[in-house]
């Protein structure tokens, strides 16, 4: 592959869907993705779920003062802005909510239908109760964030996102056709099809994970707990759906790693959690993906254009060089309170190294 570039230079990436949890583990992340990115959504689903503004606030004081923690320890400046998101349950206030977002305290708010993810036991029951505060958001411009997944114990893992798109989404969105909406994580063909076949105001993120892998990477000799996340791996065709997607050029794709830390011992367990760490890998496993698709002149538009262009902010004015040398992945990372993190792709070089280009 003579024509690939060896370096490639772009506009600074954001990660439109990040988990960066709390106190040490939180210590432990967040300067992870503030090395490559420069901006994130922060998901809200905590142990204590952040459900108004007050704790959005509050829990982005505690990242900021982390990243400050890690600056004072290692001299490593940056300039890491978290976009802060509200937890929405069966009893959110609607004009709580759209307040909020008008004082620019929150961005979005995030629906975890109950039950259906990590810490998602105080989600929505029932998405028909919550319709004043959709249709609020609507008026108001909020985007939605959605973790699609019908969680009915009846309905196969692997089909929930379709069914979910099919019971909640498509009457959703023709009943509010102005809402904005992200399908966070989409790992379906039926998800590709339901955001392009949209109107403008839906728009979707995808993950490495996802563009990389199918399900059989979750059972590759034995079983692999560091490969399972939700919504689950899904199938080759799927895959190639989503890759197609993510390279396509349409703006409605867009970088969302879902980076979701849990200790080693968490994922290596009788009834391991979801959810995968892979904010040291992401952007390098993202330009692998798009060079291997033959679309490396796409990959800034969907790292840093697009993402912002949904949002209405503005893309950011600082960049990054990507080197075509390689990059080793930690075997473990320590957090800081005692505990190991694995990686995603622990121990393996990467193609892409990520240097910094400000
Ligand atoms: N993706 C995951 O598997 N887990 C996420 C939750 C989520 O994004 O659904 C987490 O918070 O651990
Ligand atoms: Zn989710
Ligand atoms: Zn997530």
């Not at 009788?270 to 952007?283: D, E, K, M, R, Y």
Request: aromatic residues 6%.
């Amino acid at each position: 592959m003579s024509d690939v570039p060896m370096t490639l230079r772009m506009r600074r990436p954001d990660d439109w869907h990040l988990h960066l949890r709390d106190g040490p583990m939180l210590d432990t992340v967040v300067p992870w993705s503030a090395r490559h990115f420069r901006r994130a959504i922060v998901m809200p689903n905590l142990a204590r779920p952040v459900c108004d503004a007050r704790a959005a606030a509050a829990y982005r004081h505690r990242i900021l003062d982390a990243l400050a923690r890690h600056r004072a320890r290692t001299g490593i400046a940056d300039t890491f802005e978290p976009l802060m998101t509200v937890y929405l349950t069966d009893d959110t206030d609607p004009r709580a909510l759209v307040d909020a977002f008008r004082h620019g305290t929150v961005c979005a708010a995030k629906l975890y239908p109950a039950h259906a993810t990590t810490n998602a036991a105080h989600g929505v029951r029932d998405v028909a109760r919550i319709m004043p505060v959709l249709a609020a958001m609507a008026d108001a411009g909020m985007p939605l964030l959605v973790h699609a997944e019908a969680t009915a114990p009846s309905i196969d893992v692997f089909d929930r996102e379709a069914v979910f798109i099919d019971q909640v989404l498509v009457p959703l969105v023709a009943r509010l056709p102005g809402l904005k909406l992200v399908v966070e994580h989409i790992t379906t063909r039926e998800g590709v099809e339901f955001v392009v076949s949209a109107a403008a105001t839906v728009a979707a993120t995808l993950t490495p994970q996802h563009l990389l892998y199918n399900r059989n990477a979750m059972f590759q000799g034995g079983l692999r707990p560091h490969h399972y996340c939700l919504p689950v791996l899904k199938r080759e065709d799927h895959r190639r759906a989503l890759r197609r997607a993510a390279t396509s050029g349409n703006p409605k794709f867009f970088l969302g790693t879902d980076s979701a830390p849990h200790t080693r011992q968490a994922k290596e367990s009788a009834c391991g959690c979801a959810g995968i760490f892979n904010a040291p890998s992401a952007l390098s496993t993202y330009a692998q993906v798009f060079e291997e698709e033959g679309a490396l002149d796409r990959l800034e538009a969907f790292c840093s254009l697009n993402g912002p262009a949904f949002y209405g902010l503005a893309p950011n004015a600082g960049h990054v060089t990507l080197v075509r040398d390689g990059e080793r992945v930690p075997e473990t990372i320590d957090t800081a309170d005692g505990g190991v993190l694995t990686p995603f792709r622990a121990g393996e070089t990467l193609d892409w190294r990520v240097l910094d280009d400000a």
